[in-house]
């Protein structure tokens, strides 16, 4: 009942400072932090919340999250747009990874293996967070390609190296398979399925025995994703690399349902975002913080400064269809979130050495995360909306300027 109460407020608040937060670093993110931190064990202690229910809840915001942001990149959009997301996914995270590894061991004191799983953690990015960057119009497209494409594939690429680590250590990942062959089965039948509902649907749909009314239709692609999740838990196929698959492949073969499937799409997931980062702060204890230290926000503080932005600068390097201010957004917008607490929550419940700890430092990485991306999305979107009218403006004075729609 509190964490109804609580939802509620938050969503009231939210609403009656949208029109704030859409033009300052107010974020509704933000307000929903802030009211499950108060709601839980750090303030009120008036909403007890179990890891597994949390991360079942994170994983859920997630999952819809990723089906959503699929639809914005067609087959069509991944032809024209591969590079950059190509180059982010197989040189930035693998040095992002490595980079957090060593910071973690230099840091903090970790041994290798255990600073190296906090890498695969820390690693992803996650796409709830991104969207409000990626949803803004003043955005270019090339730049929302990428974080959208390179965040839609990044958490479900993370969690075979999370499961594999935990096992090194002596832990058990519960629900996850332990061995190499088993998680890349996992991962292949998670695009699988992502590819064959979406078209099964599809081909269901021009049977002429059948008729969708345009009214129903957003329900559709709804339906689709609620199977497609059943699927996955009983298959134990890779959620989050099902759900961007099968956005991709609606938005590839049933253009017309995807577009009108978009406000619902965007609605649930707000929601589904809104709840989980209630049911996080509620995570939040004092024990908790406790764990942290000051090097452990230190450390939070430089793999995001840090951590990320190098890495992504460096695999970008060379790259024309970026301009540097697009590259610094592209490094700098990569925020930690969902993904990073559903396998922080995994370590939990594994039994490894230094499982609280570990928790802790992801935890504490998270909130710095919301906090410091939250509230600059507007200001990034300001400075490339500048840029781009600087560069029109420099245009129409007989300058040439070349760039990727």
């Given at each position: 009942m509190i964490f109804a109460l609580t939802f509620g407020l938050a969503l009231l608040l939210a609403v009656l400072l949208s029109a704030l937060s859409e033009r300052?670093?107010?974020?509704?993110?933000?307000?929903?932090?802030?009211?499950?931190?108060?709601?839980?064990?750090?303030?009120?202690?008036?909403?007890?919340?179990?890891?597994?229910?949390?991360?079942?809840?994170?994983?859920?915001?997630?999952?819809?999250?990723?089906?959503?942001?699929?639809q914005q990149a067609p087959i069509h959009v991944l032809r024209r747009r591969w590079v950059g997301p190509t180059r982010a996914l197989a040189i930035g995270m693998?040095?992002?990874?490595?980079?957090?590894?060593?910071?973690?061991?230099?840091?903090?004191?970790?041994?290798?293996?255990t600073s190296m799983l906090l890498g695969a953690i820390?690693?992803?990015?996650?796409?709830?967070?991104?969207?409000?960057?990626v949803g803004r119009d003043d955005v270019t497209p090339r730049l929302r390609s990428l974080l959208n494409i390179e965040s839609g594939l990044n958490d479900g690429l993370a969690l075979p190296v999370v499961v594999l680590l935990i096992v090194a250590l002596g832990g058990i990942a519960p629900g996850e398979s332990t061995e190499v062959g088993p998680l890349l089965l996992e991962v292949g039948l998670g695009v699988v399925l992502g590819v064959v509902l979406p078209l099964v649907a599809a081909a269901l749909v021009r049977l002429p025995c059948f008729g969708v009314e345009p009214r129903v239709q957003p329900l559709g692609p709804l339906a689709v994703a609620v199977l497609l999740f059943v699927a996955c838990e009983?298959?134990?196929?890779?959620?989050?690399?099902?759900?961007?698959?099968?956005?991709?492949?609606?938005?590839?073969?049933?253009?017309?349902?995807?577009?009108?499937?978009?406000?619902?799409?965007?609605?649930?997931?707000?929601?589904?975002?809104?709840?989980?980062?209630?049911?996080?702060?509620?995570?939040?204890?004092?024990?908790l913080l406790a764990e942290v230290g000051i090097a452990g926000w230190i450390f939070a503080v430089l793999v995001l400064v840090v951590g990320r932005p190098v890495p992504v600068m460096i695999s970008l390097l060379g790259t024309r269809t970026l301009n540097f201010r697009e590259r610094l957004a592209a490094a700098w917008f990569g925020?930690?979130?969902f993904a990073s607490v559903v396998y922080g929550l995994l370590v939990l419940?594994?039994?490894?050495?230094?499982?609280?700890?570990?928790?802790?430092?992801?935890?504490?990485?998270?909130?710095?995360?919301?906090?410091?991306?939250?509230t600059t999305d507007v200001p990034v979107a300001a400075a490339l909306r500048q840029h781009a009218g600087d560069a029109s403006a420099a245009a129409g004075?007989?300058?040439?300027?070349t760039a990727e729609p």
């Open positions: 300052s670093p107010l974020s509704t993110s933000l307000i929903f932090l802030v009211a499950g931190l108060v709601a839980g064990p750090l303030a009120l202690d008036a909403e007890h919340l179990s890891a597994p229910v949390i991360r079942e809840v994170a994983s859920i915001a997630l999952f819809a999250v990723l089906f959503a942001d699929g693998p040095l992002t990874f490595a980079l957090v590894a060593v910071l973690a061991h230099l840091l903090l004191g970790l041994d290798w293996v820390l690693a992803p990015t996650d796409p709830v967070f991104a969207a409000a960057l009983t298959a134990g196929a890779n959620l989050y690399l099902a759900a961007f698959t099968a956005g991709i492949t609606f938005a590839s073969v049933s253009p017309t349902a995807s577009a009108a499937f978009a406000p619902v799409g965007e609605f649930v997931g707000e929601l589904s975002k809104n709840g989980a980062l209630l049911a996080f702060g509620a995570l939040v204890s004092p024990v925020p930690k979130g419940e594994s039994g490894v050495p230094e499982e609280t700890h570990v928790l802790a430092l992801v935890v504490a990485t998270v909130i710095v995360s919301i906090t410091l991306h939250s004075c007989g300058s040439t300027v």
